[in-house]
């Protein structure tokens, strides 16, 4: 049932583009394992073998920090519409800090310039392998929209306020490593 590619081909781009969210797995060598879910919407395929998404302000920031101690990430597809389908991205991730001109140019490219409120990183990963498989166990659901919480969230934060979030809550996995947020001070 799991076929396994190495890069991502044009079926595989055309089921990525009409998903509605992904996930993000992520651990360090030691502690937790972190999965994440991110709106579809903040990815970007850069070609067959590269990814980016552009990674909001959250209530943590684990996939960052985990980067820092073993940079391997997945990413997460699966189906929860239209014919049943799993879609695994495996490979080495890293994070484009906000302040950084790789940042602006992916901002200004596959971004156009769109930059959610409370925008934090960006999260590249290079893939190695690509695999698909059945999907038969996730169940149907009926996509009704995408939900405005967290842009209000951040849209009614000063960017001071957002800053010490930030810091309060983003600068340190659960496990006690660094995520590297404010590393350029």
Not at 54 to 71: F, I, K
Request: negative net charge; aromatic residues 8%; contains cysteine.
């Amino acid at each position: 049932m799991a076929k396994q590619f190495p890069s991502i081909d044009s079926r595989l781009s055309d089921f990525i583009s009409r998903q509605h969210i992904f996930f993000t797995g992520s651990a360090a060598p030691a502690g937790r394992v972190n999965v994440s879910p991110k709106p579809a919407t903040a990815l970007r395929i850069l070609g067959p073998n590269q990814v980016v998404y552009l990674d909001q302000t959250g209530s943590s920031n684990e996939t960052a920090a985990h980067l820092g101690q073993l940079n391997r990430l997945t990413i997460m597809f699966c189906a929860v519409e239209g014919p049943p389908q799993i879609l695994r991205l495996y490979g080495s991730g890293r994070v484009i800090r906000r302040e950084s001109a790789e940042y602006a140019e992916l901002l200004a490219g596959p971004f156009e310039g769109n930059e959610p409120p409370g925008a934090r990183q960006m999260i590249l990963i290079d893939i190695d392998l690509v695999q698909t498989s059945c999907g038969f166990g996730v169940p149907l659901f009926d996509y009704r929209g995408e939900r405005g919480s967290l842009d209000r969230w951040a849209d009614n934060k000063s960017p001071e306020e957002l800053e010490a979030y930030q810091r309060e809550k983003n600068q340190v996995s659960l496990d006690g490593y660094p995520t590297g947020l404010f590393a350029a001070e």
